[in-house]
């Protein structure tokens, strides 16, 4: 059992490593690490009746990362992709 979970937590570690250096040195060459996905925030502001009320912004556009998980303090392009509204509670 130990066996097994030391091979799933290096597993891991090696896909996370190599996801990042993907990133970092652009391999694939041709391809761009970086996009953008357009976000639409909006305020969700709790009032005294303890009904809330929302107020929805602009769209902004936000810049990702095309990779399995967050690098260089970007979310990846597929989950930006599935929650294009953020949620900023007041």
């Known amino acids: 059992m130990k066996r097994a979970l ?8 090696a896909l996370y490593v190599g ?3 993907s990133v970092r040195y652009r391999i694939p060459s041709s391809r761009d690490p970086f996009g953008v996905v357009q976000v639409r ?3 969700a502001v709790r ?9 929805f912004l602009d769209p902004q556009n936000q810049k990702c990362v ?3 998980f967050p690098h260089l303090g970007y979310s990846p392009c597929w989950y930006l992709q599935r929650k294009k ?3 900023m509670d007041m």
């Open 19 to 21: 996801d990042d250096l």
């Open 47 to 55: 009032l005294k009746d303890r009904k809330t009320e929302y107020y």
């Open 85 to 87: 509204q953020k949620r």
């Open 66 to 68: 095309h990779s399995l």
């Open 41 to 43: 925030p909006y305020y």
């Open 6 to 13: 030391l091979i799933a937590i290096l597993s891991l570690l």
